[in-house]
């Protein structure tokens, strides 16, 4: 569409959000291997989507394909 045209886009690895999923996705990594939980599910559950909301609302750019 003309609006995906003009919007202004970026690198995948320039993005906050994927750095932020990539990190939670680390630490659940290292938590599932060692055993050791930092905070309860509910905690880190809640945690990872009030990020992913403030982060959302801060976008301003797209993602290139």
């Known amino acids: 569409t003309i609006e995906e045209d003009?919007?202004?886009?970026?690198?995948?690895?320039k993005?906050?959000?994927?750095?932020v999923n990539a990190?939670?996705?680390i630490a659940v990594?290292?938590?599932?291997?060692?055993?050791?939980?930092?905070?309860?599910a509910e905690a880190q559950a809640s945690i990872i989507v009030v990020a992913n909301l403030i982060l959302r609302f801060v976008t301003?750019?797209?993602?290139t394909k």
Do not use: E, H, R, Y
């Open 15 to 19: 993005s906050k959000t994927v750095w």
């Open 29 to 40: 990594l290292i938590q599932a291997i060692t055993g050791v939980p930092w905070l309860d």
């Open 60 to 63: 301003k750019q797209g993602l």
């Open 6 to 13: 003009n919007m202004q886009t970026k690198k995948f690895w």
């Open 23 to 25: 990190l939670v996705a």
